[in-house]
């Protein structure tokens, strides 16, 4: 792997320019440093693919397939989601067809975590609108009780670290999932500055989908389906600060994503992070979807005690507010 980190620290001295002109051309390979295979990468990578190479050693190097009675186990002890969107936001259903689908699987809880006013073309919630939801979910959990709404946001972390939405409503939430969004390919520094600054928000509960990829590419217009490499930023920095801040790295069990990859869920468990196994779903039958991220949680040896969502609502609560 040595040749790898050598090829991406020339990378890194190009600019996008001279980056361009050389996959272009052929030419990376005449850098020092750089091989045919590490090229062959770097292009790929630059063309949003998912290198070939690293997809073979996922591959290789995930291991045996953990039993299904472990996995079973695992999904058993979890409560609830905290991850999920109604049609407030890009979601396809009401709210309440996602809390009933939530309770059908026997979930205790279920967080409603549409996304925040910055990302409109997720048709996310204006301060306005999300005050008139919070009314929305306080009826409904009257009407579902002893079921539980959450009420939340996935809130997109702006490119200097600050949460897109005000501090008061923040506050009044039961869960923030804080999620990166836009500018996925900025320099491994300026990531990392970034979501440094939002795991130590003390509003921040969850780091949503941290590496941004996606491992099967959404259709474009075109009807072409690109993966998404993934961002760059210094894991072992920001998993520290997870632990530091107490703020969750979630799992999340969407197909396309299966967010973080299996070499940084593990470096999260050796660092001491705890974890949200979440769906991220968009619709109700998605939420059975928590499977896929039990199933890497028990392969990367994620300890079922440091899941968040293992807990009561009260106990969640009691975390999310720091008491």
Known sequence: MSAYRTAAAVV?????????RRIRTGTLKDLKGIGPKTATAIAQAHRGEVPQYLAELEETY????????????FRAA??????????????????????EAAMALGHEYLA????????TVANGLSPERLEQQLDVVAALNEELHP?????GIECDINADGSLDQTDELLGRLDVVVASVHSDLRAPEAQMTERMLTAVANPHTDVLGHCTGRLVIGRRQRDGTQKPRPESRFD???????CVEFGTAVEINSRPERLDPPRRLLTLAVELGCEFAVDTDAHAPGQLDWQSNGCERAVECGVPVERVVNTRTADDLLAWTTGQ
């Open 12 to 20: 890194d001295g190009l600019d996008d320019a001279e980056l361009d």
């Open 62 to 73: 995930a291991g045996e397939l953990p039993a299904a009675e472990e996995v079973a186990a």
């Open 78 to 99: 979890l409560r609830g989601d905290l991850h999920a969107h109604s049609d407030w936001s890009d979601g396809g259903s009401p709210i309440r067809e996602m809390a």
């Open 112 to 119: 409603l975590t549409d996304h925040s006013p910055r990302l």
């Open 147 to 151: 079921f539980r709404i959450l009420t």
């Open 235 to 241: 894991a072992e920095a920001v998993f520290s600060a």
